[in-house]
């Protein structure tokens, strides 16, 4: 039985969901309320705090994926600028910073009106999503903060990608 047919009688709540994930992957989490969860998930590059919230209001599922990051005051005119060109290039979510908090911050909201009800793998491929597409950008951001690369040669090195067999 899938996870989707175990929840498909019960009409869970989505953050419900998210804590058998957050179990299901020994993910350090915190229940903050009946509406919001807080985890932190591990990527090659960085550890990164999710957070998800469901608003009954807008019917919502909302994910912010962030992690630290001090560029210099200097270069953030090109940190916007590879901003700009990386949430371009991402069809789902957007990055932005946040900077009274110094955090990179990747966001995505998931509708479901109506009285839809998300599933397990619908909320697992947003983590998914987010911890993936943070990891294919985080070289971009580093080049351009830190290794003076322009924000275009900055994602063409993060964008690269192998192609053929080993």
């Known amino acids: 039985m899938s996870f989707t047919e175990s929840y498909l009688a019960e009409d869970p709540h989505p953050i419900d969901i998210v804590e058998t994930l957050a179990e299901h992957h020994h993910w350090d989490f915190d229940r903050v309320g009946e509406d919001q969860i807080s985890m ?35 270069r953030m005119g090109e940190l916007f600028e590879v ?4 949430n371009d290039m991402i069809w789902a979510g ?22 839809q009800v998300a599933s397990i793998e619908q909320i697992n491929a947003m983590i998914d999503a987010a911890v993936l597409t943070a990891e294919r950008f985080y070289p971009a951001f580093q080049l351009v ?8 040669a900055a994602v ?11």
């Open 156 to 166: 063409k090195t993060a964008i690269a990608e192998a192609w053929g067999r080993a």
């Open 94 to 115: 957007s990055f932005t910073w946040w900077s009274a908090q110094q955090l990179m911050v990747y966001r995505y909201g998931l509708v479901l009106t109506g009285g």
């Open 83 to 86: 901003l700009n060109h990386v």
């Open 40 to 74: 932190v998930v591990e990527g090659q590059w960085r550890s990164y705090s999710i957070t998800l919230a469901w608003s009954h209001q807008d019917e919502c599922l909302r994910l912010i994926s962030s992690f630290e990051m001090e560029p210099p005051h200097d």
């Open 145 to 152: 903060a830190w290794a003076d690369h322009t924000p275009e």
